[in-house]
Structures are given as C-alpha cells and as structure tokens.
C-alpha cells in the first residue's frame, strides 16, 4: 500500500517560497496612488500611458503565459515544473492585479473623457463588445487563473506536495491563461479598431 | 466537488452583466429594471452558494478564512477605486446605489471562489 501510495504521488522538492512578494507590494501600491492621481487630475498623458503600457503587458503577459509558458510546462519535469512555478506563480499575484487595474481604470477614464462612453459615439458598440471581452476574462480570471494559482502555491508550501494536485490545478490554470490569451486577441482587434 | 466556482462565477458574470449595461448608456441613465434584477440574481446565487459551502462535511474553514481575508482586503482596495471613479464622475441617485451594490457582490465573490479553492485542495475529497 505504501509502495502503492509512494508510485502514484512521489515526493518532491521544492523550494521555500512566500505566496506573496511582499516587497513587491509598496511598487504596486505606488503605481495605483499614480493611478488614482491621474484621474483626479484628468491628466490625459498620464491616462494614456497608463493604459497603452497596463494594457500592452497585460495583453503580452497573458499572451506569453497561455501559449509560450503553459505548453512549454507541459513538457517539463514533475521537480522543473515545481521550480518554475514558485518562482513565477508568486510574482503574477501581485503583477497581474496591478496591470488589469490600471488597464482598466485609466481605459474607462478615457473613453469618458474621449466621449467614446456616449451612446452617440460612431463606434460606440466596439467600446461596449471590449467591455463584454473583458468580462469574460474577469470571470475565468477571478474564478479559475487565481484561485489554482493561490491554490497552487499553498500546495507546494507543504512539507509533502501532492503532484496529483499540484497537476490538477496547473492544468486548470493553464487552460484558464489560454482562454484569457484568446480573448486578448479579440482585445487587439478591438483596441486598433477604436483607435483607426 | 460542489459546483462552488461556476456558481461564484456566475454571479461574477451576473455582476459584469449589470456594470456593462449601466455602463453602455453613460452618461444617460439607464432604465434601472434590467440591472435591478441582474444585481437580484447575482445577489441570489451568491446566497445560494454559501449555503451550499455551510453545508459542506468536514470543509477547511480555517484555511478558507486565511485565504479568503486577504483576498476580501485585496478586492476592498479595488472595488473602494472602483467606487471613487464613480463618484468623481458624478454618477449619483438609483445608478449609484444599484453600482455600489453590484461592486459589493462582485467584492464578495472573489474571497469566496479563492477561498474555497485553496480550502478544498488543501484536504482533497475523493470526487
């Protein structure tokens, strides 16, 4: 049975990790005080940048993790997996809040300030398909991505991670980012249009 | 399992549903009826869904509540950003008070969703 047991999910190594770069925190608490700042200030440049350089990241990183990241994962090692996970995982927590904030709130200033918000606006159902984009991935983000990605973490800090759990909820996470990286496609094709 | 994460993210996506309408007839306002009873529905299977968490044998609570704090903390900040664009935008009245309450839902969500995921994997129940 024990042999049976140590087959089925073999013990691995892994680093020790903290769920949460906290040192990362007062860089992402510094970036949205700048956020807030721009859009008291109606400061149209600090807008656009925050959201043309939130809005690019965001799209490159899903981008990168849904179709460079996850099938290159699929191919590693069990201990290589593991590795690459805490070290990568950790840091998304933090990064990925702060770029969709950002994305988002600076976006929606703009189109306000732009007039695209206003039904009167000639391209005013594209502005409201993006809205739709980004719901969806709000959803699989918020439901699936960062609940297996915390999941996850908290799997690899026992003394005895579970492989079969850790690979149940890479999967899902994996699958998640792949969804996300679809409709950051539909994003792009939507962002150039209001912009032509 | 308990379907605890597609319910969560059906109210997610009830809550979406409503901003986005609301947010497609700025800076008119909307007819209040539609988004009323997306916030209802939302609202309703958010219930739904901790009712079925409470009556889950042997769920790690405690791993839930740890979990589920700080990301209730994190989607405070957010939603308190969300709310301060609404209120410099002078949105004002029944749009404000049906927002305010969609944020709410949505800020109750997430901790529910990450929380019961790390919880039920923490101690896997045969499915």
């Not at chain 1, 929606?108 to 502005?127: E, I, K, P, T």
């Not at chain 2, 709310?83 to 949505?106: I, K, Q, R, S, W």
Request: no cysteine; proline share 6%.
């Amino acid at each position: 049975m024990a042999v049976a047991e140590a087959v089925a999910a073999p013990a691995v190594q892994r680093p020790s990790f903290s769920i949460v770069p906290v040192r990362a925190l007062p860089v992402a608490g510094l970036v949205l005080v700048g956020l807030v700042v721009s859009i008291a200030g109606n400061w149209a440049w600090a807008l656009d940048f925050y959201h043309v350089v939130g809005g690019g990241l965001w799209t490159g990183v899903d981008l990168f993790m849904g179709f460079v990241i996850g099938p290159a994962m699929r191919k590693l090692s069990i201990p290589a997996r593991i590795e690459l996970t805490t070290r990568l995982m950790p840091k998304t927590l933090v990064i990925m809040p702060t770029l969709v904030t950002m994305t988002l709130a600076s976006g929606f200033q703009l189109a306000r300030l732009n007039g695209m918000l206003s039904g009167g606006y000639d391209r005013h159902a594209w502005v409201v398909v993006s809205m739709v984009v980004v719901a969806v991935m709000a959803v699989t983000a918020l439901g699936l991505l960062q609940p297996a990605n915390i999941a996850v973490l908290f799997e690899l800090r026992k003394p005895q991670p579970n492989p079969a759990v850790v690979q149940k909820l890479m999967r899902r996470f994996i699958y998640a980012a792949a969804v996300t990286g679809a409709m950051q496609i539909a994003t792009l094709v939507i962002m150039t249009r209001l912009a032509s | 399992m308990p379907p605890v994460t597609e319910l969560g993210m059906l109210s997610i996506a009830l809550v979406a549903s409503g901003v986005i309408y609301l947010a497609a007839y700025l800076p008119r306002h909307a007819p209040l009826a539609p988004a009323v009873g997306l916030l209802v529905a939302a609202a309703v299977v958010l219930g739904a869904n901790v009712a079925l968490l409470a009556r889950q044998p042997g769920f790690r609570w405690t791993r839930f509540r740890e979990v589920a704090r700080w990301l209730l903390l994190v989607y405070l900040v957010i939603a308190g950003m969300i709310e301060f664009a609404f209120l410099y935008d002078h949105t004002h009245g029944a749009v404000l008070a049906v927002m305010t309450l969609l944020l709410v839902l949505f800020m109750l969500n997430v901790p529910l969703i990450g929380g019961f995921t790390v919880a039920w994997y923490d101690a896997p129940v045969a499915e």
